[in-house]
């Protein structure tokens, strides 16, 4: 199982070094802290809500990583992956045995609950990919 996460994890750290951790989305740069003026919660409702569904099922750290990298595989980070319908990238091939939607729209509504419009699907997605790995690195210590 060590071995399992440690592949996740290589590959995390990968995309984020390439990235030098940053995030592009339309232009802007999402870095640690960026809604803290706009969205003061974000990355702590996000982290709580990895938390829990990972506690409740650990198999989902990794697949929100991989989810993340299957978003950001073709035109960078822009969330496509979660959309719904008939020929999008979620009822691609490759992406049908994608797991952990419900932690992102978990997430997604509790943000928009406080922080309208305020917040990008694929922030969250970023971010709950970040805490997984966060998560992944924590178990067995």
Do not use: W
């Amino acid at each position: 199982m060590a071995g399992y996460y440690s592949t996740y994890l290589s590959i995390f750290l990968v995309l984020t070094i390439t990235s030098l951790g940053t995030i592009s989305v339309q232009g802007q740069h999402t870095r640690f802290g960026f809604y803290f003026r706009t969205c003061p919660q974000a990355e702590s409702i996000v982290r709580a809500t990895v938390q829990t569904h990972v506690n409740a099922n650990p198999r989902l750290a990794p697949g929100l990583l991989r989810m993340h990298f299957h978003d950001c595989f073709v035109r960078g980070c822009d969330a496509s992956v979660l959309i719904d319908g008939p020929s999008t990238e979620k009822t691609a091939r490759p992406n049908l045995s994608l797991r952990g939607y419900e932690v992102i729209e978990d997430a997604k509504k509790q943000i928009e609950a406080i922080c309208p419009g305020v917040v990008s699907c694929a922030d969250i997605l970023a971010l709950a990919a970040r805490d997984s790995v966060v998560l992944m690195g924590q178990v067995g210590q």
